[in-house]
């Protein structure tokens, strides 16, 4: 699953919204540690259509390693690191 592009792709998000700020501030925006993320926000970080952004936080997000937030018409996303954890200490344990 993590292994393959799309897997890396899911996995520079994880990384770029363990610090979303860093990655993704924008002056006069809402604070992205705070609400999380865009989709649109990631697609353009990543330098992919809006959809295929949208496809690999709604694998996250069913995977449980993201939650969402709905503000208005817009779904921010944010990790879940207590489920993260949770996902690290099986692999640990090997399964």
């Keep these: 699953m993590m292994g393959t592009p799309s897997g890396r792709m899911r996995q520079t998000i994880l990384e770029w919204l363990k610090d979303p700020a860093a990655h993704f501030s924008a002056p006069g925006r809402r604070d992205p540690a705070e609400t ?16 295929t952004a949208r496809a690999h936080l709604d694998f ?18 944010r ?7 949770e996902v690290a200490r099986v692999f640990e344990k090997g399964w």
Excluded: F, N, P, S
């Design 60 to 77: 996250l997000t069913r995977l449980g390693v993201l939650r969402t937030r709905r503000l208005r018409c817009r779904t921010y996303y």
């Design 36 to 51: 999380g993320v865009t989709a649109r926000a990631v697609a353009a970080k990543l330098g992919v259509r809006h959809r």
């Design 79 to 85: 990790r879940d690191e207590i489920r993260i954890a």
